[in-house]
């Protein structure tokens, strides 16, 4: 069982939204600005996406952003497009005793 | 280039050891969090364990006691000792550099992963 709780699965046709949610606790996600997020393709090593919750690295497309109100974060992806079809996690720092924990990931499907 | 690149893994028996190493290239492992994160099959992440750039390292409850995280400076490699393997431990095994001053905020380098497999 995950710390942060995502849905299994998340769907959209391509150029429509989809937000994907990461429910955490004060103690992790609601307790720090150090959410993030990783895009997991099959067999392939995770990627970051966005972390301090809204930051994106360089290279990561505008469409991707990420947000938090309280205990929950959200990655939102804008015009779907196929290659967006993969594994979400959310993570977030925990604090000195835990340290980094995982959402148990969400798999978006682009109709 | 920035990359991780990891080796070490393989089939083992329950109650054996392994040792997992990665190898960092275009930065100094050292000078960086640096972590291994596993992945079950089918499964999401779980954080493994920690070694800070001062040398603190810090473990999951689920392998305190087992597994061993170290640094090599001058071969500027990660490693991980796991001893008393479960069933249980099976998973990928990645390494992964945390960004951030004073804490893992995130992990922004990943290696390709090395399949660990605890089996009789």
């Known amino acids: 069982q995950s710390a942060l709780t995502q849905p299994p699965s998340a769907s959209g046709s391509a150029g429509q939204s989809v937000t994907i949610s990461c429910t955490g606790t004060s103690s992790d996600v609601g307790g720090y600005y150090y959410v993030s997020w990783y895009q997991q393709h099959p067999g392939k090593a995770p990627k970051l996406l966005i972390y301090?919750?809204?930051k994106r690295p360089s290279g990561v497309p505008d469409r991707f952003s990420g947000s938090k109100s309280g205990n929950t974060a959200s990655l939102t992806v804008s015009g779907l497009q196929a290659e967006d079809e993969a594994d979400y996690y959310c993570s977030s720092y925990a604090g000195n005793n835990k340290f980094v924990v995982f959402g148990g990931g969400t798999k978006l499907t682009v109709l | 280039e920035v990359q991780l690149v990891e080796s070490g893994g393989g089939l083992i028996q329950p109650g054996g050891s392994l040792r997992l190493s990665c190898a960092g290239s275009g930065f100094t492992v050292s000078s960086n969090f640096m972590n291994w994160v596993r992945q079950a099959p089918g499964k999401g992440l779980e954080w493994v364990s920690i070694v800070y750039s001062g040398g603190s390292t810090y473990y999951a409850d689920s392998v305190k006691g087992r597994f061993t995280i170290s640094r090599d400076i001058s071969k500027n490699t990660l490693s991980l000792q796991m001893n008393t393997l479960r069933v249980e431990d099976t998973a990928m095994y990645y390494c992964?550099?945390?960004?951030?001053?004073?804490?893992?905020?995130?992990?922004?380098?990943w290696g390709q992963g090395t399949m660990v497999t605890v089996s009789s």
């Open positions: 992964a550099r945390g960004t951030g001053d004073t804490a893992p905020i995130a992990f922004d380098v």
């Open positions: 301090e919750v809204t």
